[in-house]
T-cell receptor, first 113, second 111 residues
Framework: AQSVTQLGSHVSVSEGALVLLRCNYS??????LFWYVQYPNQGLQLLLK??????LVKGINGFEAEFKKSETSFHLTKPSAHMSDAAEYFC???????????FGTGTRLTVIP | ETGVTQSPTHLIKTRGQQVTLRCSSQ?????VSWYQQALGQGPQFIFQ???????GRGNFPPRFSGLQFPNYSSELNVNALELDDSALYLC??????????FGEGSWLTVV
């Protein structure tokens, strides 16, 4: 069985500051891991995914995440927050080869000018 | 642009009614999944279809059913609507082993 825990339902950062959104996963098999972003009243957009290649994954909009098996973590980071980054962020896990995702409860990112 | 189109975008139904939500995927995307996202929550997996057969189901009752068609379109049907069915319903499609693409969703309000 797979599950994801996102620590912190709300995160606020100043514009230009580091963004760190935390995600820990549980999986009985080697996982695929994903980060999605959701802007208000919109669907989900894929930011990045880990599928067993490099453990440091670079995504769109300057985001990256590092897969740490020893810590069962897949935290999302961005060196410098922009106002347009304000959104809801979801971490998700799936079985390799499966196409259904198990999502966390999300982290709402607020960027303060 | 994900190539996944959902309709309608918003609808309001009365408790006890039935609803059909539709999804159109990219050519070749023979796997489609449906998710329910309640307000303030993450999406929850409802079921998945592969080549027009149900291929996995989450913890949802049988009144949630689906269909997948040869033209890469699909439907989610919900019977006997309950107030708790109010949510954003997301369709996601993919080819095996490839990225999962989500549509913009259909907002369902049950009153």
């Amino acid at each position: 069985a797979q599950s994801v825990t996102q620590l912190g339902s709300h995160v606020s950062v100043s514009e230009g500051a580091l963004v760190l959104l935390r995600c820990n996963y549980s999986s009985s098999v080697p996982p695929y891991l994903f980060w999605y972003v959701q802007y208000p009243n919109q669907g989900l957009q894929l930011l990045l995914k880990y599928t067993s290649a490099a453990t440091l994954v670079k995504g769109i909009n300057g985001f990256e995440a590092e897969f740490k098996k020893s810590e069962t973590s897949f935290h999302l980071t961005k060196p410098s927050a922009h106002m347009s980054d304000a959104a809801e962020y979801f971490c998700a896990v799936s079985d390799r080869g499966a196409n259904n995702l198990f999502f966390g409860t999300g982290t709402r990112l607020t960027v303060i000018p | 642009e994900t190539g996944v189109t959902q309709s309608p975008t918003h609808l309001i139904k009365t408790r006890g009614q039935q609803v059909t939500l539709r999804c159109s995927s990219q050519s070749g995307h023979n796997t489609v999944s449906w998710y329910q996202q309640a307000l303030g929550q993450g999406p929850q997996f409802i079921f998945q279809y592969y080549r027009e057969e149900e291929n996995g189901r989450g913890n949802f009752p049988p009144r949630f059913s689906g269909l997948q068609f040869p033209n890469y379109s699909s439907e989610l049907n919900v019977n006997a609507l309950e107030l708790d069915d109010s949510a954003l319903y997301l369709c996601a499609s993919t080819r095996p082993g490839n990225t999962i693409y989500f549509g913009e969703g259909s907002w369902l309000t049950v009153v």
